[in-house]
């Protein structure tokens, strides 16, 4: 095996955007988020992401604005690390380091400390977690990287994972915290000890928030019900409840607007509710496209933004959404079980996106390159439907299967739903490319295509010598214990010109059940796995050439799941994924060419190449080529959870052969775990340079903005007269307009004048020194031009060319001091003093005009 490059698991693509709270800025300009490892600061006017703020090693776990300075915020992560960023220029200002994982941050807004909420006993395996909520006091230090000391415990032994099952009330006086089937309230101010402790009969609490100025604390329960409590900082009055009830299902989140006049409750229902404080009258934002997990509501109450399971998060304002942020969509619907992408992951050939479950019903094509959701293609046409009672599971009809041509010039897809009462629904979609709608429209719809679910789809690959009609051709599998094969057909009538698709033929071995179906390079042979036996048969006669058995060790047979054909040099080999092995058929002897004991989860193919990657299991990655055993590469445990899918994809442009890894110098390598993760394996290299893309720049607007004679005559004064002679171009004249620019600017943002006005008045006059040296050198020049009349001419011309050349900001310095004069110098100085200056006066005599 080849000596391993350093690698890096990359998850800039399908992390979560909804798993922890988003909040906005304090002037509503943009959405921030935690975003798998880094940070996401969105801007709600263009949808774009302004910066990606990196720094922690693991999942950001919170993110919260810094109640002393709204330019800053705080995030936390479960690398036991809490850092303070400026979100403005993404610049890292210090890390507060507590040495345990945090899973949810709070910061008061009148008090200076950090609350974090840590696992109680890390070594516990017992679910659900025991979590505290620990109190850091802030010290005042210079040092960017602090270790907190000791803490204060407020609450422990409480299942309170994250933001929303903690909430502190006005001026930080009191939390509250939700825990089970029990509400606790405990008072901070005069570090009172006082706790008080409230329970309910039915579901337990899912989410808890206080009033921003009244001592008033709003819970939700999995009944759906919205709870106010008052009374609860006396202990010798009854607590008072108010029940509020309109979601039929688990209330997931509550959020209070800034001065508290209204409540927004979300849930399973895709709809916002909102709430009066003091009427309890309601309103409500339906059919929002999916389940809603958290609301978050600006500063001036103008925005509020909902985050769904598909995540997407959706900004609305008035009612309307104005901005939807959506990543990779994820798959939410529970009658899938564990099998959360169903059709897999291909590539469009025509887009190199990929592509994949989406919304319930919908594919989604995502682009790799730029980590962008282009598009959803709705395949079912239905609209989604939330149950209506709690106990009650809709099973909803989701694309099943999904295949493209080679040219992407059609699509395949396999939808269904069975809810075991009813009858089966099943259809085959055949959808075609149309250029002037600039998607795929729907050509043919089958009404169940075989008798039971379809386990495997493929198209033929294109291939003249093989096939040159160039009929596209389909394969499809089913637990029915059939395939079949569909080709194009001409479905021309007097009405109009039309292509279809229709069954040309139906095949089937020993009545067995088929499952994996693979074509091989030119398109001669079509593999079908029928139980534990490969068959090979001939796509145009339907005929049958040859079958693959592994020879009987034992009393077991082990079936086969997954069978493809190699590329390139391994074109004769058949690659075949068994219970416990991964076995390679020679073609050409119709025997084992090797075989190897591995406990395979996914097995996809370079096409660009003949490497393959074998997944396992225990997340670990066999990268080999099918004409040679041993594996080239070998990855541990790239990702936490079982890896269920996979796919190379082309570069678009020819990666640096001292970047990348020594395999995909053509493609890379994505996968997805069973957490709906996508990430990619790459060199340390390439992460470095991946990193240095998104860092942010410091001084990005600056150097966009063209350069003006404040500008220049500021960035002088700061540098202490230094001047790059390279930077000479300014926009526009020192007339009139920009003098008058000058003075019309903010008195705030400007230096103070008693800074200024000496400097600018010392760049518009001559020091004597720079005086007497001038008449030094116009004596030089006065006799030299005496003794050389004849030459005056090429010397005009020399001096032309040398001024054009010279440094025009290495006159003077501002501090006072002359630089060296050089006779060029000197004439450009006299030929600058001689130039009118009456511009001033006139500017002046007319602004004094106006003023009076």
Known sequence: MAANMRFGIDTCAGSSLIKERTIFSHDNKYLICCFGHVIKVLAIATGECLHELRGHQEYVTSVVLNPSNKLQLFSSSLDGTVKLWDYTDGILFKTYHIGVPIHALYVPVTSKSLYVTVKEDKRSTEKPYKFSLKQFVLPKSANKNIKLGESSTIFSGMYIRNQKKVSFGVNAEFVAAVSGKELFVKMLKNDSTEMRCFRITKKSFTSVVCHPTDYCIATGDGTGQLLLWRNFTEPEKKVSQHKNHWH???????????????????????????????????????????????????????YIATSHLDNAIQVLSNGKIIQTFQGLTREYLPQHGNDVIPTGVVLDPRSHCVVLNGKPGHLQFYDMHTDKLLYNLDIVRQNYITADALHNTLVQTDVEKAAFDCHGNWLATVERRDDGVTAMEMRLKFWQWSDKKQSFVLNTSIESPHQDKVTAMCFRPANNKINPSGTPMAVTSSKDNKFKIWILIDDTDIYRKNVCWTCQSVGFYHDL??????????????????????????????????????????????????????????????????????????????????????????????????????????????????????????????????????????????QDATDALPWQQKSQLYFINEDQQLKSLRSIQELDKRQKMHAPRKSAIQENLPSTPFSKFLETYQTGGKRNPSDISLHGNPGSVAAREIMNTPAHVLPPVSSLCNSFMKILLIPNSATSRIDDTESDEESSTNNQTSDSEESEMEEDGLRTNTDQSKVIALNGSTEHFTQIDAKQLEKQSSKSFSWMKRFFKTLHSEKE
């Open 513 to 654: 059940p088929t499952g994996s179906i693979a074509f091989s390079t030119d398109g001669s042979l079509l593999a079908v796995v029928c139980s534990n036996i490969i068959t090979l048969w001939d796509p145009d006669t339907n005929g049958l050439k040859t079958r693959l058995c592994q020879p009987v060790m034992t009393k077991r047979r082990y079936a086969c799941h997954q069978v493809l054909f190699g590329n390139g040099s391994s074109s004769h080999c058949l690659v075949a994924v068994y219970d416990d092995n991964i076995t390679v058929w020679n073609l050409l002897t119709c025997s084992v060419s090797w075989s190897l004991y591995l406990d395979v989860s996914c097995l996809v193919k370079d096409p660009s190449t003949d490497y393959f990657a074998a997944f396992t299991n225990q997340s670990d990655v066999y990268i080999f080529k099918a004409s040679e055993q041993n594996a080239k590469h070998i990855y541990n445990q790239v990702s936490k959870s079982a890896v269920v899918a996979a796919i190379f994809v082309p570069h678009k442009q020819t």
């Open 248 to 302: 039929s299902r688990s209330l997931q989140d509550i959020c209070f607007s800034a001065e508290g006049s209204y409540i927004y409750t979300v849930g399973l229902e895709c709809t916002v509710v909102q709430w009066q404080y003091e009427t309890n009258h309601k309103s409500f934002l339906p059919r929002l496209g999916s389940p809603i997990c958290y609301v978050s509501c600006s500063e001036d109450n103008s």
